[in-house]
């Protein structure tokens, strides 16, 4: 299912501890670490599919979380060219994404990866909320600026000033 802009519409889950710190998962056979995310069934509701790909990714299930909230609107990154399939009857550029924001209420032994047929993840590990954000894939990284920047408001998180990149654009300082 991907939009007439060419996005696949996706969830991506930011779970947080009790301490606010936030869970990665490293892709199996991979060096990439990533938040849970998934892509949106026709006929599912952003948060039905954040609560299918919760379970499928980590093992969880409703009862371990609670949803502090999520983004107000759609975030979008394009996959590069080269990893796209080229397919005349399809016009697909990348994911545009809803972020949930969850508390796990349950306990780190819920956690399961190898719940799914089929894993996504081989190893998972908490992490402070400002983690420096390369070891995301690239193309990934300013999605995850946003959703994270966005969802911190909802637990009283300041953005860390040496965590924010400053725009591509802009100019130093004195010049």
């Known amino acids: 299912m991907i939009d007439r802009d060419g996005y696949r519409p996706n969830v991506g889950i930011v779970l947080l501890n009790p301490r606010n710190d936030v869970f990665w998962a490293k892709r199996v056979r991979e060096h990439a670490w990533q938040f849970p995310q998934g892509g949106i069934k026709s006929g599912e509701t952003p948060e039905e599919a954040m609560f299918r790909e919760l379970q499928e990714e980590v093992g969880l299930d409703p009862e371990h979380v609670r949803v502090l909230g999520r983004t107000r609107e759609w975030l979008r990154y394009d996959v ?10 399809f016009n697909y550029r990348g994911q545009k994404q809803i972020w949930f924001l969850l508390r796990l209420v349950g306990r780190d032994c819920d956690v ?12 998972w590990r908490w992490q402070r909320y400002w983690v420096p954000l390369e070891a995301v894939v690239d193309f990934k990284r300013d999605v995850y600026q946003q959703a994270l920047s966005e ?4 637990i009283s998180l300041e953005p860390d000033p040496y965590w924010v990149r400053p725009p591509e654009d802009s100019e130093a300082v004195g010049n």
């Open 80 to 89: 590069p060219r080269h990893w796209v399939r080229r397919d005349p009857r």
């Open 112 to 123: 399961s990866l190898r719940r799914s047929d089929k894993p996504e993840f081989d190893a």
């Open 151 to 154: 969802l911190a408001r909802l």
